[in-house]
């Protein structure tokens, strides 16, 4: 079987300690070649991951003849014209995510997939774990058979604190140099119509836009992947240490809680779902942590009032995440994350951060 030759761009934090690896484990892929801008960190880590080729910029591997796809682990404000400039080099591409600022940026991304015919994946890697694929199970199933009724509210929530990296530094060393960060194309700095106190900062996490979309995608994200792409913005509060935001999905009224940290295991994370006969608990594990899932609990109502806590396999999102993009790539499996699904997470933060506007609760 011709394996899939792949590029990765970037040589950070989550490259060292996730995407390359992972890539590496995935069957039917070959990952020969890195780009960094930085010289001693990119030997470095092509030494470690024994990648046999380098380049010192994106545009020279996207303009490589014999890669097939390209792991694009940059910051969001640098993912449209390297994405893009993928993508127009006949490049299937996963994107770390957010995969934008802005909806305008998103937008110009998913349609060069289209037009160049090309994967476009986007890491929430929370949809790859196996607890949240259960729980998806589970939902579809819900919503099928009716038997826990309508959706009434939701609530997914985020404060920041805990050890999230699990300690992972204790296996894999992050390999770090003194160089400055090279050139890259900061082709989004957020939306046009952002007010201009919210544009301080950007692009960093002083900006309370960028750190919500940066982070807090992975909540946005989780929410449409169970509810859908049809809401309302009804209330937006960023003017305090923990940040308020309503939806309205359908008939149902669902809030997200974001914030600063909190003494913590890991993040304080998760989501609820409540039914009018039942409820479903999803418990996300710290993100860097190995071999681990989702924690889910079920409780249904009726005659026989029982409370489950379906399990999923000891695996990391990571690494199946990296599968599957290996597998969408070799058309064997259909995209979870796709850059067309990935516009709506911009569309939803977008609402978010308008309606905060119209109240003046920034």
């Known amino acids: 079987m011709k394996k899939v030759r792949l590029g990765i761009v970037g040589a950070g934090f989550m490259a060292q300690a996730a995407h390359i690896h992972c890539l590496q484990l995935a069957e ?3 990952v020969v070649a890195l780009a960094s801008a930085r010289p001693k960190l990119r030997e470095a880590v092509a030494r470690r991951f024994n990648l046999p080729i ?4 994106w545009s020279d591997l996207a303009a490589a003849q014999d890669l097939d796809a390209v792991a694009v682990l940059l910051p969001p404000e640098y993912n449209p014209d390297v994405v893009c400039g993928m993508l127009d080099a006949g490049k299937h591409v996963l994107a770390e995510k957010p995969m934008a600022l802005s909806l305008a940026s998103a937008k110009r991304m998913a349609e060069a997939a289209e037009r160049n015919d090309r994967v476009l994946m ?9 607890g949240i694929e259960r729980a998806k199970q589970f939902w579809n199933e819900i919503v099928a058979e009716g038997g826990m009724g309508d959706l009434i509210c939701a609530r997914a929530w985020c404060l920041l604190g805990g050890n999230w990296t699990s300690n992972q530094h204790l296996l894999v060393p992050i390999l770090r140099t003194d160089e400055p960060q090279g050139p890259k194309p900061v082709a989004d700095l957020g939306p046009d119509w952002l007010p ?3 544009r301080e900062g950007m692009p960093s996490f002083q900006s ?18 169970f509810l859908g792409n049809e809401w309302e913005v009804t209330y937006a509060d960023f003017r305090y240490r923990s940040k ?3 939806l309205r999905f359908g008939d149902a009224l669902v809030h997200i809680e974001v914030g600063e940290g909190t003494s913590a295991y890991a993040f304080e994370e998760g989501m609820k779902l409540f039914f009018q006969r039942g409820w479903m608990e999803i418990l996300p594990p710290p993100p860097m942590l190995m071999q681990g899932a989702a924690q889910i609990r079920i409780y249904r109502d009726g005659e026989l009032m029982e409370l489950t806590q379906p399990m999923g396999d000891w695996d990391w999102a990571f690494r199946r995440q990296a599968q599957h993009f290996v597998d969408c790539v070799l058309g ?7 850059g067309a699904d990935g516009v709506h997470d911009l569309r939803l933060v977008e609402d978010i951060f308008r309606k905060a506007a119209e109240l003046g609760t920034i």
């Open 122 to 130: 986007i890491g929430f890697m929370k949809r790859y774990d196996t």
């Open 196 to 198: 201009e106190k919210l």
């Open 54 to 57: 380098q380049y010192g910029s």
């Open 208 to 225: 309370p836009y960028y750190a919500f979309n940066h982070v807090h995608s992975h909540n946005v994200n989780l929410l449409r992947y």
């Open 28 to 30: 039917g892929a070959e």
């Open 332 to 338: 064997k499996a259909e995209l979870r994350s796709s």
């Open 244 to 246: 308020l935001v309503h």
